[in-house]
């Protein structure tokens, strides 16, 4: 086969990491900040547990943002639950969903988890929420998951819920705590060192380091996957597949794709298969897990039953962010080349998502792309673009400048490369709000 695989699910985790651990600086000039007094929570709705309504002086809060379609958040659910628990008379946590419409969807993650969520949650609502807009905006931050430290009615830290450890917490009870001293306890601060390390070839070093997050935070997704390329620097590749099978084997749910990212990577390509399969026949719209078995077909140069795959998942979900990521599948999954039966089944998900959000700017321009390219529906691709400009959504004038930009390129029987839009969107944004 011999094509170069972009293994995303391990890539967008660690992205997501990152950018949630630089926004955690808070170097820019916000108004809500460290140091910043808290008194009357934000106006949510209350999933679990007691309503928090005010901050009370000598109680310390734990208030984590999180999302039922971050990755990342879920993956620190066991971490948290378990903080929750080894604190339970002494600090209150919060799992604050953010960026979400959907209640009952939420409720019903809630409920499925049980005693996996054993602390309060409570439902902000959409993008402007008063949470969002009085905690999260305010303070800068434009991803998750995201944790507020609270302690005598002021924020004393906001940071990734890995930053978390039993250390830590218990410096803000012993009324000791301070931001070096927490994060020298911080797991994900070791294993940012351990990264370090490995990058230097400093094996051992590394993976010490490595141990130490782990120790302090089993399920440390980074740490995890760093203990996955330290194995492979060495190249142990079958030990560090028989670790992600392990993982796998006490913990399904929360480490299948560490598992099969690792057999993709072995090229164990049948077993693979079989497994997303059974994943897809009871669950077939997760779709993280078509994603996959996208790959592997496109892999096998099966471009009929890709398409047949999300064709399916499309008809068996009419969530918008799903099917947004469906229409956009081969964004998310680069190294294989177009091809028409899976080009048609991503513009039927992308028309499917233009007719709950006609607005969406990404889908816009990949379904005008392709009705420009694949069935050469030129008028439907410049009624795609005029619609999406008519649209509302966020960073509307902006947008819709590159919209137009793109549509007078049409005019011009031309479709722009992906380049020239990326450089018209850098022009946009870098234009001053009138």
């Known amino acids: 086969m011999g094509k170069q695989l972009k293994i995303f699910f391990g890539i967008v985790m660690l992205i997501q990491m990152t950018a949630s ?32 309504i005010t ?5 310390i809060y734990i208030i984590e943002c999180w999302a039922t379609w971050c990755g990342p958040c879920i993956g620190s659910i066991p971490h948290l639950n378990a903080l929750s628990k080894r604190f339970k008379d002494k600090i209150i946590f919060v799992g604050q969903n953010v960026w979400e419409d959907n209640k009952e969807r939420v409720e019903e993650f809630v409920n499925d988890r049980g005693e996996e969520m054993g602390y309060r949650i409570a439902f902000g609502g959409g993008d402007e929420s008063d949470f969002v ?10 991803s998750i998951p995201q944790t507020f430290v609270v302690q005598d009615n002021k924020v004393v830290w906001i940071t990734h819920p890995a930053s978390l450890s039993e250390g830590n917490l218990q410096l803000l009870i012993d009324k000791k705590f301070s931001i070096p001293a927490a994060e020298s306890m911080s797991p994900l601060k070791k294993a940012w060192d351990a990264d370090s390390l490995l990058q230097n070839d400093q094996i051992v070093e590394a993976g010490n380091k490595i141990d130490e997050a782990l120790k302090m935070y089993p399920g440390l997704s980074f740490g995890i996957y760093l203990k996955l390329q330290w194995f492979r620097k060495q190249g142990k590749q079958e030990e560090a597949l028989a670790y992600a099978k392990k993982l796998y084997s006490n913990d399904p749910e929360n480490n299948k794709f560490i598992y099969y990212d690792e057999l993709l990577q072995a090229k164990q390509y049948t077993t693979l298969a079989s497994l997303l399969d059974k994943e897809i026949l009871k669950k077939p719209d997760d779709i993280s897990v078509v994603m996959m078995r996208y790959q592997v077909f496109c892999m096998n140069d099966d471009y009929s039953n890709a398409a047949i795959l999300i064709k399916k998942a499309a008809a068996a979900t009419n969530d918008l962010a799903e099917l947004t990521r469906l229409s956009l599948i081969d964004k998310y999954v680069s190294g294989f080349k177009a091809h028409p039966e899976t080009d048609e089944a991503m513009l039927k998900a992308g ?16 379904v005008a792309e392709r009705l420009w390219k694949l069935n050469n529906e030129k008028d439907n691709a410049r009624s795609v673009l005029k619609e999406a400009i008519g649209a509302p959504k966020k960073n509307k004038e902006k947008l819709d400048k590159v919209l137009e930009l793109i549509l007078a390129s049409l005019n011009k029987d031309r ?20």
Request: aromatic share 12%.
């Open 21 to 52: 651990a630089q926004n955690t600086g808070q170097e820019m000039k916000t108004s809500f900040a460290v140091n910043s007094e808290v008194f009357d929570y934000p106006k949510v709705q209350w999933i679990k547990g007691d309503p928090l």
């Open 55 to 59: 901050f009370e002086q000598d109680k």
């Open 133 to 142: 807009n009085k905690w999260l905006k305010a303070a800068n931050l434009s």
């Open 351 to 366: 028309q499917m998502v233009l007719s709950l959000e006609p607005g969406h700017y990404n889908v816009a321009i990949a």
């Open 415 to 434: 479709f722009p490369d992906e380049k020239q839009i990326r450089e018209w969107e850098d022009l946009a944004f870098q234009e001053k709000s009138e």
